[in-house]
């Protein structure tokens, strides 16, 4: 075989060894841009997938947050309306104790009640010997029913009239001064107590009056407030 034979075949094998070799770079090179899409694809699908994720959880953040504001708010304004509410029952109370300051005005209406309070405590303290408080301005009062209503006691309880002592060494407090007073005052009625002082029956209007409102209170609230509450 000569050079020229040599020489050509040579170019041939070249040209294959060439031709086979770009085929190969072509094969790898598609391969690599399937895989780069393969994988671009995987990761924008995780990318994907981590705002779905944290859109998600900032979603249900703002929806707990809103739940949350809500069950404040709504609190608040329940709060305010039973405020208002007690505004409203603190203020019938208020007109009620001011009403009190007239009773004592009318001296024979006011004679017969002191004379019914008496009557009243004895009967539930049911004690032979007791010990009478009153204001100091009622004394007078006090002692022109006292005889009546210790017969009156003994007549309905069907016992002996008990030793009625008045405390002349302590008095309950005055009567108001006025409608803006603020130091202890009472309105009138009577307190009374058994000897040893185990037994005490308040009987003065103040207190009556607590104990009426203590009791009418539900009744109270439900005619003033039934309908904002429906």
């Known amino acids: 075989m000569n050079d020229a034979d040599v020489s050509k075949q040579i170019q041939q094998m070249v040209r294959f060894i060439r031709q086979e070799a770009e085929e190969k770079a072509n094969e790898i090179s598609v391969a690599a841009e399937e895989e780069f899409n393969i994988e671009k694809l995987q990761l924008v699908e995780a990318e994907k997938k981590k705002i779905r994720q944290e859109y998600e959880r900032k979603s249900k ?3 707990v947050r809103k739940k949350i504001e809500y069950s404040m708010q709504l609190n608040a304004s329940r709060i305010k309306v039973l405020q208002a509410q007690d505004d409203v029952v603190n203020a019938m109370k208020d007109s009620a104790s001011r009403g009190l300051l007239n009773v004592a005005d009318d001296k024979n209406a006011y004679k017969k009640l002191l004379k019914g309070l008496i009557v009243q405590s004895l009967l539930r ?12 301005v009622d004394v007078g009062l006090v002692e022109s029913v006292l005889e009546d209503a210790k017969r009156e006691y003994a007549e309905k309880a069907k016992v002996h009239a008990p030793k009625v002592t008045i405390d ?3 008095y309950l407090p005055p009567p108001p001064s006025g409608a803006e ?3 202890r005052s009472c309105s009138g009625g009577v307190v009374l107590a058994s000897q040893d002082g185990k037994i005490v029956f308040e009987n003065s ?3 009556r009056l607590d104990v009426v409102f203590r009791q009418k209170l539900p009744e109270i609230r439900k005619r003033l407030f039934a309908k904002a509450s429906a």
């Open 125 to 136: 303290l049911k004690e032979p010997s007791v010990l009478l408080r009153c204001r100091e």
């Open 168 to 170: 002349k060494h302590v």
């Open 205 to 207: 209007l103040d207190a």
């Open 181 to 183: 007073s603020h130091g």
């Open 61 to 63: 953040q703002v929806e």
